[in-house]
C-alpha cells in the first residue's frame, strides 16, 4: 500500500500482524496505567524513533504526519487545560482557568494520544492491510466470509469515492436546473450518501451472489498468502519492553515535569 | 428463528460496505471535531453523535444480530486506516459503541425500525463513552459543571445525529427500493 513512499523495509515488515495487533492493545494498556508524566515522555521520544527508523518511509511524509498528529494531540486536550481543576493559577479569563496542575495533566493526556498514535503509523506503514486478515483466518480460524467481506469491502472504497466525484460533477452541471437545496446544504449531503448507500449496496448484493454462485463457502480452504510467527515477534516485543523499562528508569532519575504523578499534584 | 437471523455473505458484505463509507465520512469529521475544539465550551461535543451512525444504519437495514457490532467495528477500523494511524483507543471505542448498540437493539428484538429505537441507540451509545473517556482523559479531575455540560452536549448529539440523521437516512435507502435484496425478509414492523 505504501510502496511508493518506502525507502527501505525493515524487520517490522516481517513481524506477524496478529503480534502487533496484540502489542498495540498491551501499549494502549500500559499508556492507560502511566500516571508519571516523565515516564510518557520518555516514552513518547522512544516510540517517535522507532517510527522514524523502522518504518522505513520517506522523511517528508513522516514529517507531515507527525505534524498532523502532534497538532490534534494538543487539541485533544484543550479541555483538560482550560477547564481543569487547579490551585496554582497560571492565568485566568471569563471561565477560562488555566492552572498549572491542569496544564500538566492535559499535556499528559496529549502524550498518551501521541504515543498510540505513533505506534499506529508504524504499524500502518509496515503491515500489508490484507495479510491482517490472513492471519486472522490462519491463526484464529475467523470465518473466511467476516475476512473476505471486508478485504472485499477495502476495494470497492476507491470504486466509492470515484462515484462521488462523478455525482459532484453531475450536480455541478445541473445545478441551474435542479433546486438549489439539492446543491448546497443540508439536503444535498444526505442525498449524497443516500446515493453512495445505495449504489454500494446494489454493488455488494450483486457481488456477494457473484461470490456464492462460484462456490465460496465456509469450508476448509488453503491460503493464497500464509503468515507465521516467527522470532522478530519476540525481539519487536523486547524492543518495545526494554524503551518502556528505559524510559521508567530515566523517569525516576531526570525531571522534566516536577511531578511523578498527573492525578495528584 | 436461527436460520432466519443468522448472518449470511450478502448481509456482512453489505455491513462492511456501508461501515466503509461511513469510515470515510468519520474521518473526514475528525477535521469538523478537531477545528471545533479550542473554542472551548464542548461545542465540538454537539458533532460526537456522527461517530455511532454506522452501527444504527447498518441494523436499520439489516436488523440482524451482530450487524451492529461488525460496522461499527469496521468502521473504527476503516477510520484509522483512512487516517493513517491505527489506532487501537479507536478501535476500542468503537467496539464499546457497537456492543451498546448492540444490547440496545437486542431489546427490540431487532424487528423495530422506528425512529425512537435509533434515538434510544444514539443516547445509550453517547453514554457508553463516559467510563472510557473517565479513565483516559482524567475526566475527573475537570470542574463539574464543564463535565455536565460535555456529557449532555454529547448525548444530545448521539440522539439527533446518530439517531435522528441516521433513521432519515435509513428511510431515504428503503425510498430508493434497494433494500428489497437484503436484510431479514419478513417485516412486521413500519418504519413511523
New interface residues.
Given amino acids: 500500500m505504501f510502496d511508493s513512499i518506502r525507502l527501505y523495509e525493515t524487520f517490522i515488515n516481517r513481524v506477524n500482524p496478529l503480534s502487533k495487533i496484540l502489542m498495540a492493545t498491551l501499549l494502549f494498556v500500559t499508556v492507560l496505567l502511566i500516571h508519571n508524566p516523565n515516564t510518557l515522555l520518555y516514552f513518547l521520544l522512544f516510540n517517535l524513533i522507532l517510527l522514524i527508523i523502522l518504518s522505513g518511509i520517506k522523511p517528508q511524509y513522516i514529517l507531515a504526519l507527525l505534524g498532523a498528529i502532534f497538532i490534534s494531540g494538543i487539541l485533544s486536550s484543550t479541555y483538560m487545560i482550560l477547564y481543569g481543576q487547579g490551585d496554582t493559577t497560571l492565568y485566568r479569563l471569563g471561565i477560562i482557568h488555566i492552572s498549572q496542575e491542569s496544564l500538566i495533566r492535559g499535556i499528559h493526556v496529549a502524550m498518551r494520544g501521541v504515543i498510540l498514535s505513533l505506534f499506529g503509523a508504524l504499524i500502518i506503514f509496515t503491515t500489508r492491510i490484507t495479510d491482517i486478515f490472513y492471519a486472522l483466518m490462519i491463526h484464529l480460524k475467523l470465518p473466511p466470509k467476516y475476512a473476505y467481506s471486508f478485504m472485499a469491502a477495502i476495494r470497492m472504497v476507491p470504486l466509492i469515492i470515484s462515484e462521488y466525484m462523478q455525482l459532484r460533477q453531475a450536480k455541478k452541471v445541473r445545478a441551474p436546473l435542479i433546486n438549489k437545496k439539492y446543491v448546497t446544504g443540508f439536503a444535498a449531503v444526505k442525498s449524497t450518501i443516500i446515493t453512495l448507500l445505495s449504489q454500494s449496496i446494489r454493488r455488494s448484493y450483486r457481488l456477494s451472489i457473484a461470490m456464492e454462485s462460484k462456490g465460496f463457502s465456509n469450508n476448509k480452504r488453503s491460503f493464497y498468502r500464509e503468515t507465521s510467527f516467527s522470532r522478530l515477534d519476540l525481539y519487536f516485543f523486547l524492543l518495545l519492553l526494554i524503551s518502556l523499562l528505559i524510559s521508567i528508569y530515566l523517569s525516576q532519575h531526570c525531571f522534566i515535569f516536577n511531578t511523578n504523578d498527573a492525578r495528584s499534584i | 428463528m436461527n436460520q432466519k437471523l443468522s448472518l449470511?455473505?450478502?448481509d456482512?458484505?453489505?455491513?462492511?460496505?456501508?461501515?466503509?463509507?461511513f469510515a470515510?465520512?468519520y474521518s473526514l469529521w475528525?477535521g469538523v471535531y478537531?477545528i471545533l475544539?479550542?473554542f472551548?465550551?464542548?461545542l465540538n461535543e454537539l458533532v460526537y453523535g456522527m461517530w455511532f451512525i454506522a452501527a444504527i444504519?447498518a441494523y436499520l437495514?439489516i436488523r440482524k444480530p451482530g450487524v451492529a457490532l461488525?460496522a461499527e467495528f469496521?468502521a473504527a477500523s476503516?477510520e484509522?486506516?483512512v487516517l493513517?494511524?491505527?489506532?487501537?483507543?479507536l478501535i476500542?471505542y468503537g467496539i464499546v459503541q457497537g456492543l451498546v448498540c448492540e444490547i440496545v437493539f437486542m431489546l427490540f428484538r431487532y424487528n423495530n425500525t422506528k425512529v425512537y429505537t435509533a434515538i434510544i441507540a444514539g443516547v445509550v451509545a453517547a453514554v457508553s463513552t463516559l467510563p472510557l473517556d473517565w479513565?483516559?482523559?482524567?475526566l475527573g479531575?475537570?470542574?463539574t459543571w464543564?463535565l455536565i455540560l460535555?456529557f449532555s452536549l454529547r448525548i444530545l448529539s448521539g440522539a439527533l445525529l446518530a439517531g435522528y440523521l441516521g433513521h432519515?437516512?435509513y428511510r431515504?435507502?428503503k425510498e430508493?427500493g434497494?433494500?428489497k435484496?437484503?436484510g431479514r425478509r419478513h417485516e412486521d414492523s413500519y418504519e413511523s
Avoid at chain 2, 479513565?135 to 482524567?138: A, D, F, I, K, V
Fill in positions: 449470511s455473505l450478502t456482512i458484505l453489505v455491513t462492511v460496505v456501508i461501515a466503509l463509507i470515510v465520512i475528525d478537531t475544539q479550542p472551548g465550551l464542548h444504519v437495514i461488525i469496521a476503516g484509522t486506516i493513517l494511524q491505527f489506532d487501537i483507543s476500542i479513565y483516559y482523559g482524567y479531575q475537570v470542574e464543564n460535555m432519515q437516512l431515504g435507502v430508493t434497494v433494500l435484496y437484503v
